[in-house]
């Protein structure tokens, strides 16, 4: 008989407790946060959907394969193992590691961007089109139709509209644009993937042109996996050759090991021009450590060699996609709106379709993240106005972002059905509730980034 139940594909072997604070305490903390849970103590909360960036579990092999970390300053057995297994998956000639994502980016755009620069990309995530920004340079989002609209069903919403690629490149001139990226799975986007058919069409207009094509590949396997289910051509494929065949049509890579590299601190640029290559790993120096390390211990480069392959096991992927699908049906069919369909690593639920009677610039995505915390204690992020929405120079209200969402992001390997179904119940508590739910204003921020340190007070 084949069961239909999808479980975890592992055991527990260590635990860590978490707790629940009482209302009161949850009030509490709220209020000396500024309304920004970023703010918020581990302990105040009891399921953590904040991010999936360093926040999985790792395996018993990869704390195993810390205790081989080699901590020799130049040249250490860990960063081979690491090169060796980042080549394996993506062919690149040249395997930088940095920090995590953003220093990738930083030094990847500190190479190749200028002031006056425009780089297209499916959607930025936040670090990504802050690091273009402050080069000077235009970040343009150019996703595909339908891509910014909640309710439409597409397999592939992530996917780069290819049209607009073209009309970018030829409005603004070759000489601006220094290189095109793809972010796969698209975060800001819901999480969507991108086909492999996009990927080769956009490796096509890039040629055309003579403009590096980069991959923003944190989350490549959930990618990978999303290609195997439902791009024809790769049922059979496993999801490292669909990988591999994801990194040939590209020039290069940002990555951050925080997300598919099963690791809690990590990432790399990767690349083929030995030009720039040679460049960054100079930048690599200035600021993150010499080009055997970047910034990370040799326990981590070996955790992460050992995360790149888990990564891509079937069981390991089949779980993490399905677990993510089965949040989304629940909170769905208990009536809170979800952008369709659920994406890899989070479920995005649509503020701007529940609270109609928060307009975007009083930040309803804002509202209901603040309000899930406050009835039970689970943390989300909102992936809105406060976050991608613009600022008016003049004192009026912001430029409203495109979508009104809040992302709950499920970390790796972490967290069990029953910590799902508890978070589903609170969802829909507070679906059922939502009239209740007011606005908000900005009473404190920062030029850049702002929600990671903006004050709010409720309206
Ligand atoms: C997390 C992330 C980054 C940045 O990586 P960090 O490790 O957080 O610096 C860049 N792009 C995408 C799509 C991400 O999800």
Known sequence: MDYKTIIEPFRIHTVQAIDLPNLAAREAALERAGYNLFGLHADEVIIDLLTDSGTGAMSSEQWAGMMCGDETYAGSRSFFRFEETVKDITGFDHVIPTHQGRAAEKILFAVAVEDGDVVPNNTHFDTTRANVEYRGAEARDIVTPGGTDPATILPFKGNMDIDRLRSTIEEVGVD??????????NNSGGGQPVSMANIRAAREVCDEFGIPLYLDACRFAENA????????????????EIAREMFSYVDG?????????????????????????????????????????????????????????????????????RSTAYLAETVLAGGMPIVQPPGGHA????????????????YPAQSLAIELYRAGGVRGIEIGTVMFGRRDPDGGPDEPAAMELVRLAIPR???????????????????????????????????????????????
């Open 176 to 185: 601006r644009v220094p290189l095109v990226m793809i972010t796969v799975t």
């Open 225 to 240: 996996w999303f290609i195997k289910m439902r791009e024809e051509g790769y049922e059979d494929k496993t999801p490292r």
């Open 253 to 321: 890579a940002t990555m951050s090991a925080k997300k598919d590299g099963l690791g809690n601190i990590g990432g790399f640029l990767a690349l083929n021009d030995t030009e720039w290559a040679q460049t960054a790993r100079n930048l690599l120096i200035l600021t993150e450590g010499f080009p055997t390390y970047g910034g990370l211990a040799g326990y981590d480069l070996e955790a992460l060699a050992i995360g790149f392959n888990e990564v891509l096991e079937e069981d390991y992927l089949r779980y993490r996609i």
């Open 347 to 362: 479920v995005y639920l649509d503020a701007a379709a529940l609270l109609p009677h928060i307009p975007s610039h009083e």
């Open 413 to 459: 390997r972490t967290y069990t059905q029953s910590h799902i179904d508890y978070v589903a119940e609170v969802v829909i508590d507070v679906a059922n509730r939502a009239e209740q739910l007011t606005g908000y204003r900005i009473v404190e921020q920062a030029a850049w980034l702002r929600h990671f340190t903006a004050r709010l007070e409720a309206l």
